[in-house]
């Protein structure tokens, strides 16, 4: 028998899905029967448990003139000034106590009021649906003091037939909403947890006749060019398409020439379904999905997925996204040469799929479900493994399909994400092949396959991508005919992802590798007056994954991440590789449908940095797969500076996402290297007092530490090997093994101590010996700084010999110093041109620049190393020039590195009265450990006798 006391909120707990909605059908923004958006300002109150308050407010008259008011679409906790409580962000923990479906007592709880009028053209006659497109977690609606039902299921649709209830005027539309319910067991996406009523209200006339549940099939037979169309639809009519003549009766297939739809080449055809009350818009796209010889084959061909996941997420409005803001999202994408999207970890808003086909990208449609905090507990009690919670998991696979069936973009569906294994998740894959065996089923959490059509694995290494890629690595017998993506992988958190370059090889190398998806698209920072960005714990969680909710490509203000520049370059669709004489070129065509036809191809040379101008390279629009030999023409002479060849490929005329000139591909490659700048010691050290000069430089004659060099007041120069760590440096907290920012940590790589073992003055040069170490460890590192100078220039020569037992790499190696903060506003130099680091240097392309102090500070929302700028041959500030040999590693900040690392908002970050130099030698990789591997081996800074030199002097 049980104590529990009934009361009127006992649906919150309840595992069904809930009840009075209408069954799912196919979503349309528009048609031609009238609709009302019921978004806007709504009267709100919260109530701290989901009783506190009886229903009496969904009556009409009730006065709720005293309510506070919030925007729907919107979540309360980011409204109201944190009046309505704040967001809690966890990864994968449960943010109550796990006994399902049981939830707190305290469970906020938001009822929403809105009174409407109906237009006055609004018809007398039909009927009438209310849908909400979004809602978190579970909400129950009343109109006009009728209560229509509740539900469950976040973010997926729920329509009420509220005909019979409506009134010309002042109809009261009262919804209450819980934070927390039932539903909240499987939605335990990682992300923020944001109640409120995210996405549209709308109110739909449904005309007699009215169009019900309709699926468009259209498939492409790539063996004939032609396109078979059939609109089954629950209320028989006419399908017309007048771009291909096509004019149908509903469930009567149609087949005639068309050109298919790809991510590559979207092409769509304007139709209309036209039932006796409604004609509804169509954009049909006709393509095929199968999986054939192990392959995922659209249209015939396999596709390589060249991906990202995607949270919906804006920093001031949480998931309650505009369609600007999607389509943002969407041009980005596609400008950065993406071809796919796994909408994680739920039906995104289904405004974005409508771009997704009218742009183009590949689409893994995932249900909105995920069980992760089960891992606790072995995964006890998980609800995909408790008949139980079956109905619900098949009510959110059905309101997902239903919606969505009709876009060609989406060629996948997906069960969830991370929530185990079970008899419920079968159940939805059986229902889902069932109801739609035009598309095929993914989900990562069963590595034997049972329910998938593919093998989908997350943060696999580089080395069991390879392996998988060669078929050796085993599984059930289903697993091995099945083809592979990383659903995700390359953990864009903080600074990174490394490595992806790597896989992308390995991606291209082997044909069962059909590519991935970076985790992930944007860093969920929330705009916080205090602290810029907000991240987990910043509104006092008890429980909290702090800035792991901030590893996006994108920041939060949707600015590219330098992670966004490197996929970039990675997944360019053209390969333009020099055959190391400068000569010619290869050119190879890696899209899957689109030939070289849309792009234009520049051309130039340039000299120690400086393009000699652009020529038009005439390029065969070569097919999918071919490459071709391009010469270049003669290069000209450096003169001993170093003369390069680039190529561009550009596009030749303005697309639907991207402007003419756009620039899609690029490579680059060496025809004449530099003559590093010799330097005669033919200066000699003269002491006076407490000074030493040493051609443009002087020095402190005790320490050796450079005072001046050319002019400018320099401090604290000396050997640095301390990074801020960045996430990926610190790895995730399940990652015990190699986690290398932990391990310098502890070794005491951020507080080395500088011993002076002698400052010698010869004939030819300033030599400053040193022993570098941190306390409590017998390592070390002798240092040698050896000055030279011919009287105008100036050269430093490092010589590092390690001591002791070295176990693990160092962060960085090389000098930093500081300068005046008014030294320069910018700095010219000849290098790569954006933040690289060893495994994320594919985008860093050699030219000159002159990006401002500012433009070298990458603001990742936590702070780490960030900035440095890859095989830098020169570099010029405030009249300073320092030429490296070899090419170093070139940072400046205006604050130091410890502060850098001490740092935890971007606000933390002051400017003080000295600018901070490094110039590297060396960089340790970034790799992806933040959630998942290290850097790959040969990006390893390791400790081993290494010498490198700097030369100073005045810029001419
Ligand atoms: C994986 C999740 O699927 C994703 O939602 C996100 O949490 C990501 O990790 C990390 O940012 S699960 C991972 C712990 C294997």
Redesign the pocket.
């Known amino acids: 028998m049980s104590l529990r006391t009934t009361t009127s909120a006992d649906y919150v707990e309840d595992v069904s899905p809930g009840t009075g909605a209408l069954a799912p059908r196919a979503w349309y923004a528009v048609s031609d029967a009238k609709s009302l958006s019921l978004n806007g300002d709504w009267r709100f109150r919260l109530s701290a448990t989901a009783d506190a308050e009886d229903d009496s407010f969904a009556a009409q008259g009730y006065d709720a003139g005293d309510w506070a008011e919030v925007t729907v679409p919107g979540h309360w906790v980011l409204q109201g000034d944190g009046a309505f409580g704040s967001p809690i962000y966890t990864?994968?923990l449960y943010p109550f106590p796990v006994d399902p479906p049981r939830v707190p007592t305290e469970n906020p709880t938001g009822d929403h009021l809105r009174v409407f009028d109906l237009p006055e053209d609004w018809p007398g006659d039909g009927g009438a649906v209310l849908r909400f497109d979004g809602v978190e977690s579970c909400a129950r609606v009343w109109l006009n003091g009728t209560e229509l039902g509740e539900f469950k299921g976040s973010r997926l649709p729920h329509e009420f037939a509220v005909g019979q209830l409506l009134k010309p005027a002042q109809n009261v539309l009262a919804v209450r909403v819980h934070q927390w319910s039932a539903g909240s067991y499987l939605e335990d996406?990682?992300q923020w947890w944001l109640p409120g009523i995210f996405r549209d209200v709308t109110l739909l006339h449904r005309p007699a006749g009215a169009a019900g549940d309709f699926f468009v099939h259209a498939s492409y037979d790539h063996t004939t060019g032609e396109g078979t169309l059939r609109v089954d639809s629950d209320v028989d009519g006419r399908v017309s398409v007048p771009a291909l003549d096509i004019d149908v009766a509903t469930g009567e297939p149609v087949t005639v020439p068309v050109e298919p739809w790809s991510a590559e080449t979207p092409k769509l055809y304007d139709g209309e379904l036209v039932t006796p009350g409604e004609r509804v818009p169509l954009r049909i796209g006709f393509r095929t999905v199968v999986l054939e010889d192990g392959l995922i084959k659209v249209n015939g061909r396999a596709i390589l997925f060249k991906g990202v996941?995607r949270h919906e997420w804006h920093p001031e409005k949480g998931r309650a996204l505009d369609l600007v803001t999607m389509r943002e999202d969407v041009l980005l994408m596609k400008r950065h040469n993406l071809n796919a999207v796994r909408t994680?970890?739920y039906p995104p808003h289904p405004a974005f799929l409508d771009l997704c086909d009218e742009y183009g990208l590949w689409v893994v449609d995932e249900c909105d479900l995920?069980t992760?905090g089960f891992t606790e507990q072995a995964w006890r009690d998980n609800p995909v493994d408790d008949d139980r919670w079956t109905p619900a998991l098949l009510d959110r696979a059905a309101r997902m399909v239903e919606r969505d069936k009709n876009h060609p973009s989406v060629v996948f569906w997906s069960l969830g994400?991370?929530a185990g294994t079970g008899r419920g998740l079968t159940a939805m894959a059986e229902w889902i092949h069932g109801r739609d065996s035009s598309r095929l089923v993914h989900y990562e959490g069963d590595w034997n396959c049972r329910d998938t059509d593919v093998y989908s694995r997350?943060?696999a290494s580089h080395e069991e991508v390879e392996r998988i890629g060669r078929a050796v690595d085993g599984g059930t017998h289903k697993r091995r005919q099945l083809p592979f993506i990383q659903c995700?992988y390359g953990?864009a958190?903080g600074n990174g992802p490394g490595g992806i370059a790597d896989y992308q090889q390995i991606f291209e190398r082997y044909e069962r590798l059909q590519g991935g998806f970076i985790?992930?698209w944007i860093d969920h920072g929330i705009t916080h007056p205090e602290l810029g960005y907000a991240y987990g714990g910043d509104f006092g969680e008890e429980l909290h994954d702090g800035n792991?909710v901030c590893?996006g490509l994108i920041f939060p203000d949707r600015q590219p991440s330098p992670g966004l520049v490197e996929y970039k370059k990675v997944i360019e669709p053209v390969r333009i590789e020099g055959d190391g004489t400068g000569g010619t070129v290869r050119v190879t065509n890696a899209y899957d449908f689109a030939d070289l036809s849309h792009l234009r191809f520049e051309f130039s040379h340039s000299v120690d940095g400086l393009p000699t101008g652009a020529h038009t390279l005439t390029v065969p629009a070569l097919a999918p797969g071919e490459s071709a030999e391009v010469k270049l023409p003669a290069a000209p002479d450096g003169q001993g500076e170093e003369v390069l060849w680039t190529v561009r490929a550009l596009l030749a005329e303005d697309t639907p996402w991207g402007p003419k000139g756009h620039e899609v591909a690029w490579g680059q490659g060496t025809v004449a290297p530099r003559t590093p700048v010799a330097v005669a010691a033919s200066a000699r050290p003269v002491r006076e007092e407490r000074l030493i000069t040493l051609g443009p430089a002087t020095f402190d004659a005790r320490s050796g530490a450079p005072r001046t060099i050319c002019g400018l007041d320099v401090s604290g120069l000396r050997l640095d090997v301390w990074r801020a760590t960045t996430d990926n440096d610190d790895g995730?907290s399940w990652q015990d093994d190699t986690r290398y920012g932990v391990l310098w940590r502890g070794l005491g790589l951020h507080r080395m101590r500088h011993r002076l073992d002698g400052v010698e003055s010869t004939d030819d040069a300033l030599t400053v010996r040193t022993r570098v170490a941190p306390a409590a460890a017998e390592v070390g590192l002798r240092t040698v700084y050896r000055w030279t100078s011919d009287g105008t220039l100036l050269k430093l020569t490092v010589s590092v010999t390690p001591e002791g037992d070295w176990t693990v790499p160092l962060p960085r190696l090389g000098i930093r110093f500081g300068l005046p903060a008014d030294t320069a506003r910018e700095v010219l130099y000849f290098g790569g041109s954006g933040e690289a680091y060893p495994d994320t240097r594919a985008a860093s392309m050699l030219g000159q620049w002159t990006p401002g102090i500012d433009d070298l500070h990458t603001p990742y929302v936590r702070p780490q190393e960030n900035g440095a700028r890859a095989d830098v041959r020169w570099a010029e500030l405030g009249g300073l020039r320092i030429e490296g040999d070899p090419e170093f590693w070139f940072s400046a900040r205006r604050w130091t590195n410890e502060q850098l690392d001490a740092a935890r908002h971007l606000t933390d970050l002051t400017p003080g009265d000295t600018l901070w130099i490094n110039l590297d030698h060396g960089q340790h990789g970034i790799g992806s450990q933040s959630?998942g591997p290290g850097p790959l081996p040969q990006y390893f800074l390791t400790v081993e006798p290494t010498e490198f030199s700097f030369v100073f002097s005045v810029t001419e």
């Open positions: 990864n994968h996406q990682d996941n994680s970890h995920e992760h994400n991370e997350m943060y995700e953990h958190m985790w992930e792991f590893d995730a959630c």
